[in-house]
DNA sequence: GTAGGGGAAGAGCGGTGGCTCTCCCCCAGG
DNA sequence: CCTGGGGGAGAGCCACCGCTCTTCCCCTAC
């Protein structure tokens, strides 16, 4: 019933299975007479070339490993949706691992990943030991990761400029006038965490400001409220937040509104990062910095391909402007534009 | 730099190549102290087998193609991941296909994977032509249909009780008192559309009472925005509706509130279906019939291993209870429990 | 006659698994 | 006590999975 192979092709056809095999390979050369016996047996039998056996010489699998963390923060669905549709258009197919986010267990995906020949390895918002790193270039699978940096290893990287992102809230901030701002934050061990954080803490240094409350809600909806009511149940409360994700930025106008009673943006200005389509919801309506999905992924893939045509090329940090979408949720600087 | 194989393995350890093989597969014989040698070997050499090579030959790929069409529902991104979880526990991994709506796309998406000699086929959301079922069943690969059914070809599908469902939502709508009651749903393609619809008519129509106002969104946050337009532009709107999905009745309930100034639950009543983490969140509080994920995929998985252990088990359909969860988007009948 | 296009043949790619062969252990018989 | 034979575990050999690619050869066209 199943797998018919090149030979039974050949046979049909009247030719050798080196014909049949040329017919479907997209360089090779074959007269027009054979293609057409080729394809119409090919047809008949209902023949598709094996891709494993295919792979299996040719040394290309054209299998990109993805290796995810959270799915919970909408902007990973959504990235890895336009990324999978991206490599599909490139000719890569996508097998995706989950991990959860302890090295040990991403170390074990990974080789499992390896064990599968993929041609390269994306990871999105996970961290990578450097063991783990040096196995990857031994076997000369190239790595790039997706929202997320790190510094010491030579990794290639696409990340939304967090650092000039976080700056540019804390000048919205200053600019309407906000004098106690405090910062709700992820994990510290996500680059993404301390980039916005130093970002923002950077502009405010500038204008000769500090933070006035600083919490972090490990990307939790949970993590999020419990920061939100310990940094708002007193009286003396900041009037503007920066929240690290819109994801737990959401949490904390739930907390801010139906909890404590809070006007938002008069008592309290917030402001998110990511633009996941909840922030332009109206129940929201969130002052966001957007990630712009779309070109991080097509950097992504576009760096990933490099790599791998050219093994050697060296590893590159890009950063893709993340700019500031004014909404409701924040008091809105007199004659602020752009 | 790259690519040890078996057979440096072999000549670093002393032995034959196929000891190599034999040590590192599960069922085969060898000595401990060839099981040492080899170990030793293969752990300086950095070797692991080639899942490709090993495929080639015993015939198991040991992939689950998983075939997507919309990851904007929230829905499917977190059933996705604990899909990819519980694969993942049963040595299975998940080669992933995003697939545009429509049939020819999907047709040839599908054909992809069979290029990869996928084990299995998960659709989640997405029909299939049967000249397709045919192929895949001429190939050995079992389809599962996650949260989409479909009556004439003989799939087996995994859905949430769609009709029983509706039917809930019905009759929590007449036990409040409502008199004018409308439905917005999906698109007339999907089962669960047809479903969620059949079976709140039919309670109503058990109960004497016929749908007020009826239209479709499409799924998509722009079509239910239109329809809610549509539908409570007028002062004889209805007082409550029930919409096809939740991600569908955030838009709904967005337009009620912000555009057209109605209060919920007084003047409107809204409830969903699926569930998802937002319809907890504080700014919507949704009631809410519960697709329970990690049922459902549970189900998948152990259908899906049923079949390719046994290829000639009959096809099933599982349909999982989904209970009513009440919140605040919805006036409470007096007295009402469960 | 020579050049060149295109088909056939065969050697792998990195494994698995059946078959054979060896070696060792144990037991029975002299 | 020593020796020989039977049996089983474990290692080696080799064919093969389905395809690609190089080499070689043939046939055609100029």
């Keep these: 019933m199943d797998k018919v192979t090149s030979l039974e092709v050949a046979k049909r056809a009247g030719v050798s299975q080196s014909a049949v095999s040329r017919v479907f390979t997209p360089g090779a050369s074959a007269s027009n007479k054979t293609i057409l016996k080729v394809r119409e047996a090919a047809q008949e039998l209902g023949y598709r070339p094996n891709v494993l056996a295919r792979s299996l010489i040719t040394g290309k699998s054209r299998i990109i490993g993805l290796v995810v963390a959270y799915l919970d923060n909408y902007f990973y669905p959504l ?81 939304s400029n967090n650092f000039s992102g976080g700056k540019s809230v804390a000048e919205f901030f200053l600019a309407a006038g906000h004098k106690r701002i405090g910062y709700i934050g992820g994990w510290e061990g996500a680059s993404t965490q301390r980039e916005r954080e130093a970002g923002f803490r950077s502009a405010l240094a500038e204008a000769g400001e500090a933070l ?95 790599k791998i045509r050219n093994p050697a090329s060296a590893p590159r940090h890009i950063k893709i402007d993340s700019p500031l979408i004014v909404r409701s949720s924040a008091k809105i600087p007199e004659g602020w534009t752009s």
């Design 212 to 306: 006035a409350a600083h919490a972090l809600g490990q990307f939790t909806v949970e993590g999020a409220k419990k920061a939100a009511r310990q940094m708002f149940g007193e009286s003396d409360h900041p009037d503007a937040v920066f929240v690290a994700t819109d994801h737990m930025a959401f949490a904390v106008m739930d907390v801010l509104r139906g909890e404590l009673n809070l006007h938002i943006p008069n008592d309290v200005s917030v402001v998110g990062y990511d633009d996941v389509p909840p922030a332009s919801w109206a129940a929201y309506d969130l002052s966001t910095v957007r990630q712009r999905a779309d070109v991080m992924v097509k950097e992504t893939v576009t760096l990933m391909i490099e």
């Design 79 to 159: 990235a890895l949706e336009k990324l999978s549709n991206y490599l599909q258009s490139e000719g890569y197919h996508v097998l995706i691992f989950m991990a959860t986010n302890d090295t040990l267990s991403t170390d074990q995906v990974i080789d499992e990943l390896l064990d599968y020949q993929v041609e390269g390895i994306i990871t999105a918002s996970v961290g990578l030991s450097s063991d783990l790193t040096a196995r990857c270039e031994a076997a000369g699978v190239p790595v790039v990761l997706f929202n997320r940096s790190q510094d010491a290893a030579n990794h290639s990287a696409v990340t």
